[in-house]
């Protein structure tokens, strides 16, 4: 049996607590920091996720073996590379292999040398922004904008006006997304629809988990501004045999190549951003963990031990294991406090209902008030309603019935989750 370090504190490591505790092989399990959800799952511990020196004496004192690292921040930040010469494992790629997620202008360029299809782009900076705006008036008319780092999943912007695009690329290389948008990529627009795909890699050989397919904005029909996922479903009914075998021929095993033939030290999950242009699949982007809200879909389909395969992953066996999924539909509903994306009010009770058969509450913006109350807290996504059922249209029906029974102040949820398959 293994000892266990989860880090991170949203609904997807409460999802991933939710998942490894199942395992016979799941020793004692922790959770740096959770929330109220997952301490239901293990043990919360109040370190910051930042800290690698404390969390690498509480892996001492606590003789944790493997860390299964959640958010990108602690991956970006080179939390591989601290333990590398550690007895612990680290599930997650190294600082280097994290730019993929970690920078938008050295994944466009790893995919361009790959020949990996995604769209047309141009890396700009303060001192090429004429470039930039002669590459604005060349686009058709909807042009993309990404921060060229980490922005909390909110530095990429969508815009049909072309001046308004150029006044925006001023706003964000002056700072907008602070220093995420240093440097600014901007990218042709892909017309299509989007969906998610999820590898486990040990660097070499890789296995498939269920795919996923979310939707980011906060208003129903996809309106108003982008937040860190308001609901997911899984399977994606166009994600099919034919479709993901262009996926893994034209994307996943070049990529693979290309960890490769970089060096790069990769042992842990990645998440390919893709979408649908005519049945042909292209890469948005890279994410170098699992998503949030997705990991609330895909886990609960996974019918394959996930502490057996972290382990296959350090032992080299990976090429030898298979994953499976299970027939159902799972489909989640996310709560939000009033507000978000925006500022929002914390501290306001939670009100939950006793667990049903086929639904699964996962906590993110949760905590436990000092008489034991659970409450919001940070984020601004408060749960996460996870259901399953014979195709996508009944779990979230599941979803929506559960979230009903659920109230804090403010609370807001999408109820179209699905509307577009």
Known sequence: MYNILVIGSGGREHCLAWKLSQSAKCGKLYIAAGNAGSSQEGENISIDTSDFSRIEDFVDKAGIDYIIVGPEAPLVAGIYDHFRSHSVKVLGPSAEAAKLEGSKAFANDFMAEFNIPTAGYLTVGPDSIEQGYDFIDAQDETIVLKADGLAAGKGVLILNDKEEAKRELNEMLSGKFGDASKTVVLEEFLDGIEFSVFVLTDGKDYVLLPEAKDYKRIGEGDTGLNTGGMGAVSPVNFADEQMMSKVRSRIIEPTMKGISERGMEYKGFIFLGLINVGGDPYVI????????????????????????????????????????????????????????????????????????????IFHAGTQKDESGKVITSGGGRVLAISSLAIDHHEAVKKSLNMAAKVHFDGMYYRKDIGFDL
């Open 285 to 360: 982007e890279y994410n170098c963990r699992l998503g949030d809200p997705e990991t609330q879909v895909i886990l609960p389909r996974l019918d394959t031990d996930l502490v057996e395969l972290v382990e296959a992953v350090f032992s080299g066996d990976l090429a030898s294991k298979e994953t499976a999924s299970i027939p159902q539909s799972a489909a989640t509903v996310v709560l939000v406090s009033g507000g978000y994306p925006g500022s929002y009010p914390k501290g306001k009770e939670i009100s939950l209902p006793l667990a049903e058969a086929e639904s699964i």
